[in-house]
């Protein structure tokens, strides 16, 4: 086997190796020299090293007319650096088995790094490279948007994506939130190499940077590593946060005609941020509402009951500056009232009634007994640790999640309930032919 087949072979394996359970992991604060902090958690039992890191707020908010410039800048930042065109680049981390990626959020730049711990240097490097120095050779970025531009072509025939976009767009009107990450095909065209390292050069500061860390590399290696490939970034950044929005729409039902079989659901209304003290309760009664997969009331009175649906689920959404809770599911055209009628019902039964002393017992058994399964690997560990910052909920938060989950009470769940849950103001997104379903307003086309 060649050197680089072998690495491939180990990365494999190692990423496949179960971690430590949340409650026996170790997470240790590291300061680089100058001043850029992670938190790491050490595993010298496996050769790899996992890095994630987020850019907080940065290409939340593309310039005027230049909609989907974070995303395509993250779709090209690890096509050429340095002297390094694309293929030469890209062949330094296949030949290396190193995985970088970058990805633009709502809410955040993201990047993750994937590497064994042989070729750790090179891999820095690689990363370095790429924040620092990324080429936007006008081949790969005509390559990237051609791509980006198939990929929003493509989901216009999906249900559930025109559903996603409809329902944002309705939500958070002329703001971010609203907007499709990717651009739209004129925003694309507008964009320039120039305006990919404009945007790099502004908005990746380290005033930005939260870091996490996982795998073979002790405290002592890592902090100059964290100089080393992000301390050539700008000290401070050039974009204004995003302001907090508060979701429109409420009590609406949006009909967006397609010529399909099933028709698909999605409702939703003003949810938690994740800061809230009641977090953990409304987590508990999502879980019982329609996040617990075959043993939710959704399912249970939607599914398993009437037969109207393969699946139909709820879950929370706390971004930065908005949250939601939200419903979705698909049915066949002819029972979508029916359906809709019955989610709502389920709403506004959990907001009167509750929990009862078993759901609630359930719901806290699961939410503790499989969150530590979600510690499966290396990557998984620094990927978990890096939401645990970014919702400054605190170093020790996997110490005293279990507790804070425990702690809740069928009162809690009640009042949450109560707060939260209103049928009469769900925005409600049905894309097919629905029958049985007033609409307030019909949106053709959907894109």
């Known amino acids: 086997m060649t050197a680089p087949f072998r ?5 494999l394996v190692a990423f496949l190796i179960p971690a430590l359970p949340a409650h026996a992991i170790d997470i240790k604060r590291v300061i680089s020299p100058g001043g850029i902090e992670a938190w790491l958690v050490e595993d010298q039992k496996i050769p790899v090293i996992a890095l994630e890191w987020a850019f907080e707020g940065a290409g939340a908010r593309d310039p005027e007319g230049k909609a989907g410039l974070a995303n395509l800048a993250a779709r090209s930042m ?6 390094y065109d694309s293929q030469a680049f890209q062949n330094r981390l296949r030949d290396n088995a190193i995985s970088l990626g970058f990805d633009a959020g709502r809410d955040a730049f993201t990047g993750s790094l994937r590497t064994l711990r042989e070729t750790r240097d090179e891999a820095f490097e690689l990363t370095r490279l790429a924040h620092a120095e990324p080429r936007f050779d006008a081949e790969p970025v005509e390559r990237m948007r051609a791509s980006v531009l198939a990929g929003l072509r493509r989901d216009q025939s999906d249900p559930n994506y025109v559903a996603r976009r409809v329902f944002y767009s309705t939500a958070y009107p002329g703001h971010p939130y609203g907007e499709e990450l990717r651009g739209t095909p004129e925003s694309l065209a507008a964009i320039t190499p120039d305006d990919l390292r404009g945007f790099t050069r502004k908005q990746l500061g380290r005033d930005r940077l939260v870091v996490t860390a996982a795998g073979a590399i ?15 970034l ?4 050039a974009s204004a ?5 508060a979701m429109a729409g409420a009590g609406e ?8 079989a099933q028709s698909v659901m999605l409702m939703g209304q003003r949810g938690i941020p994740r800061s809230d003290p009641d977090w953990f309760a409304a987590s508990v009664m999502n879980y019982i509402l329609g996040g617990g997969g075959f043993t939710s009331r959704l399912m249970e009175e939607v599914r398993e009951k009437r037969g109207l649906s393969y699946g139909v689920y709820s879950y929370l959404v706390a971004l930065d500056h908005t949250a939601l809770v939200i419903a979705s599911g698909s049915t066949v055209n002819a029972k979508a009232g029916q359906a809709l009628d019955i989610i709502r019902a389920e709403w506004a039964r959990m907001a009167r009634e509750g929990v009862t002393d078993t759901e609630l017992a359930d719901a806290r058994t699961y939410l503790t007994g499989s969150f530590p399964l979600q510690f499966t690997s290396t990557n998984a560990i620094a990927r978990i640790l890096l ?4 919702d400054r ?4 938060y996997l110490d005293r999640r279990d507790a804070l989950i425990n702690a809740v009470t069928n009162e809690d769940v009640r009042r949450v309930a109560a707060r939260l849950l209103d049928p009469a103001r769900l925005l409600t997104v049905i894309v097919g032919r629905p029958e049985g379903v007033t609409a307030t307003r019909t949106v053709e086309g959907g894109s």
């Open 7 to 11: 690495r491939i072979a180990l990365l």
């Open 78 to 83: 690890d096509e050429g650096a340095g002297p």
């Open 218 to 232: 002790s405290p002592e290696e890592l902090a100059p590593a964290l100089d080393r490939i992000f301390g050539a």
């Open 234 to 237: 700008p000290a401070t950044s």
């Open 241 to 245: 946060p995003l302001p907090d929005v």
């Open 253 to 260: 039902t949006v009909m967006v005609p397609r010529p399909t």
């Open 387 to 390: 939401q645990v910052r970014r």
């Open 393 to 396: 909920l605190g170093i020790d």
